[in-house]
């Protein structure tokens, strides 16, 4: 059985930090690009990170740069996301995915990827 099982959300408030897990299974998770897709609420998903299969190659949306990283441990079949200096913005469910030649347009599209978690809450308040 294939699964996706985010972990590390939580109450932080404004210029926190927090780091999420991303654990794979039931796949070879070293052969897939993986995501971070968040969604805040009453919003629409919208694609934060990305990075390659083996790891040395990252990409994230503008409104986290600086402020995210995005890495694997292949030998381990987990994702994680570090966020410092988090912004109320930034509260939402966080989703990790897995998927190659995911269309540029459709990073937010959940239908464009093989597997999908079933996400993590992250609230940033006072």
């Known amino acids: 059985e294939v699964q996706l099982v985010e972990s590390g959300g939580g109450l932080v408030q404004p210029g926190g930090s927090l780091r999420l897990s991303c654990a794979a299974s039931?796949?070879?998770?070293?052969?897939?690009?993986m995501s971070w897709v968040r969604q805040a609420p009453g919003k629409g998903l919208e694609w934060v990170s990305a990075?390659?299969?083996?790891?040395?190659?990252?990409t994230y949306v503008d409104s986290v740069k600086g402020r995210f990283t995005i890495s694997r441990d292949n030998a381990k079949n987990t994702m994680y996301l570090q966020m410092n200096s988090l912004k109320p913005e930034d509260t939402g469910v966080y989703y990790c995915?897995?998927?190659?030649?995911?269309?540029?347009?459709?990073?937010?599209?959940?239908?464009?990827?093989?597997?999908w978690g079933q996400g993590t809450q992250v609230t940033v308040s006072s």
């Open positions: 990075i390659n299969s083996g790891g040395n190659n990252t």
């Open positions: 039931g796949f070879t998770f070293s052969s897939y690009a």
């Open positions: 995915a897995a998927g190659n030649a995911v269309p540029e347009i459709q990073k937010d599209v959940p239908a464009r990827y093989d597997y």
